[in-house]
């Protein structure tokens, strides 16, 4: 039986060549969010040429974001961080359904928050995909994920960093009341 993963993706859609201050600093704000909601972090796309041990030691230098990065080396330690490039075809089956986030999902596609909650209350894994940068997401993922994800259910466009922290937040905060009312 698969065990329960839900999981942060960071899509870089910045530079894919310079390493910039918001490459580093939306990972050290993204980390403690992880941690304390219980998601995995996988990072996709960003130009660093170095092993995942060797990017926690780089952000841990570089910010005091998230106890100077601290949080990013507690995923680590917990096997919780993935960095990779953007799979060409499918992302790993561990991973679970792709989930589109998005100010403006597809009809067709579009999923409540209510949803994916009670889901992942059912042991499904699920992997947010969120866009780092001014384009947001490639419009080709878009048709790769299964679920187009509005997490404010109002069509309305969150910062990178906000939405960051509102999806973990939002999806904990559901399941744990629909765990509590069991």
Do not use: W
């Given at each position: 039986?698969?065990?329960?993963?839900?999981?942060?993706?960071?899509?870089?859609?910045?530079?894919?060549?310079?390493?910039?201050?918001?490459?580093?600093?939306?990972?050290?704000?993204?980390?403690?969010?992880?941690?304390?909601?219980?998601?995995?972090?996988?990072?996709?796309?960003?130009?660093?040429?170095?092993?995942?041990?060797?990017?926690?030691?780089?952000?841990?230098?570089?910010?005091t974001i998230g106890e100077s990065g601290s949080y990013l080396r507690v995923l680590y330690e917990k096997n919780h961080l993935s960095v990779s490039d953007l799979p060409k075809k499918g992302f790993p089956s561990h991973f679970g359904e792709i989930v589109i986030t998005t100010s403006k999902p597809d009809p067709k596609r579009q999923v409540k928050?209510?949803?994916?909650?009670?889901?992942?209350?059912?042991?499904?894994?699920?992997?947010?995909?969120?866009?780092?940068?001014?384009?947001?997401?490639?419009?080709?993922?878009?048709?790769?994920?299964?679920?187009?994800?509005?997490?404010?259910?109002?069509?309305?466009?969150?910062?990178?960093?906000?939405?960051?922290?509102?999806?973990?937040?939002?999806?904990?905060?559901?399941?744990?009341?629909?765990?509590?009312?069991?």
């Amino acid at each position: 039986m698969m065990q329960l993963m839900l999981t942060l993706g960071i899509v870089n859609t910045y530079d894919k060549i310079k390493v910039l201050d918001a490459h580093y600093r939306a990972i050290a704000r993204a980390a403690p969010i992880c941690h304390a909601f219980g998601f995995h972090l996988a990072l996709y796309n960003f130009p660093f040429k170095m092993t995942a041990e060797e990017l926690v030691a780089f952000v841990m230098d570089k910010t005091t974001i998230g106890e100077s990065g601290s949080y990013l080396r507690v995923l680590y330690e917990k096997n919780h961080l993935s960095v990779s490039d953007l799979p060409k075809k499918g992302f790993p089956s561990h991973f679970g359904e792709i989930v589109i986030t998005t100010s403006k999902p597809d009809p067709k596609r579009q999923v409540k928050p209510v949803i994916i909650a009670e889901e992942a209350l059912r042991n499904r894994s699920f992997l947010f995909l969120v866009g780092l940068g001014h384009k947001g997401l490639p419009k080709e993922l878009f048709e790769r994920g299964k679920y187009h994800l509005d997490i404010t259910s109002k069509g309305l466009s969150l910062e990178t960093c906000t939405a960051l922290g509102a999806i973990p937040a939002h999806l904990a905060g559901l399941m744990e009341q629909m765990d509590h009312k069991k």
